[in-house]
């Protein structure tokens, strides 16, 4: 039996799930978010894996820090009888965006590993630094446990050379590391092995296209089981559009903004981090709002849905013909595991390339499962994914904790 607490440590929030690897789910949980602001929000829960029936704490306090959030957590644990010690947590795993060129594998965080990853904050300044950060506040209030980072840019080292090389000068590109890395990798390299998993089928044998959707998402071409491109870049903004990302735009927009209108680079980070994707669109950034809009005919919001569609058509098509023969196409994440309609607009052109979806299965089923006809030539599935469970077997695999 392995324990592992997960953390991931976003800029002004929290998450924390202590996973038990053997029955691969959770004894207790707890989210933090709004650290920072006036009021922040914390909830602490138990689950009834524990043998103790499940209960909840929840409170509104000020959270003026990282190191804050986790001390509360940690003493509603200690009154849920849930504290990481009195589990018997052997290793905390945590979540680290970018892994720049070196880091492919989930590594043991030592000094050096840590000195790297603080290097990488260049890289993704808006993740690195809070990941770090959880790493650092959870070493000093739970001393004395193995800490194990996992990289969500870990999956995309295969990338051919063809698919992570941006055409620009080569030698400007090789001096800062500027190639595209990929992000979401744990999610799809887990939903990828659970398609395989799901068809029966070896996940080395298959090509497969997996599309990551909540609000942040991505897109993925995996060949026999190897990652061979997918729609996010240097950084998490390229490809498709998310909650209040753009993803792909003509890179000549930003220069414009900032050559001719004025706009300084953190007003340019700010609208293409914060203010474009469905929010900048229709002003909703939650699916579930966008779709209650879309249903009243709000004429911003049906633009909004038609630009995701419209992308995603793109990408699944342009997936096709770099692998050829596609086995699978999986949906994953908040919308692509809850939206229908979505997996069914998004497919719905590829009729001629045999393609069909179970219009019951894909609307009332839940859970893993296959939403394709029989006759369909390539499997459509929805697979919930589970990016901490992904990390709980990374620390057992690292730490030799599984036995
Ligand atoms: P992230 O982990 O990137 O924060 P999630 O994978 O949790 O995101 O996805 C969040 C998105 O999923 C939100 O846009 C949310 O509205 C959407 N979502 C979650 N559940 C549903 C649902 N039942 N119907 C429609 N959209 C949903």
Known sequence: MTRVLIINSGSSSLKLQILDTAVE???AWALVERIGEPSGILTVRRTDLTGMPAEERTEEPTIEDHTAALARVLELADELEVHPTELGVQAIGHRVVHGGPDFHEPVLVTPEVEA???ELELLAPLHNPANLRGIRVARDLLPGLPHVAVFDTGFFHTLPAAAHTYAIDRETARRWDLRRYG?????HEFVSHRTAAVLGRPHGELN???LH?????SASAIEAGRAVDTSMGLTPLEGLVMGTRPGDLDPGLIIHLIRNRGMSPDEVSTLLNRQSGLEGLSGARDF????????????DAVLAYDVVIHRLRRYIGGYWAVLGTVDAITFTAGVGENVARLRADALSTL????VEIDADANENGSGERVISTPGSKVAVLVVPTDEELAIGRACDDVLGLGG
Do not use: C, K, P, Y
């Not at 959707?213 to 998402?217: D, K, S």
């Open 116 to 118: 790297d990853i603080e």
């Open 25 to 27: 789910d959770e004894l």
């Open 288 to 299: 579930r709002e966008l779709l209650a809009r879309v249903d009243e005919d709000d004429d």
């Open 351 to 354: 009729g001629s390339w045999g």
């Open 213 to 217: 959707l909540g609000n942040g998402a």
């Open 183 to 187: 992000f979401h990798g744990t999610s």
């Open 208 to 210: 497969q296209i997996v």
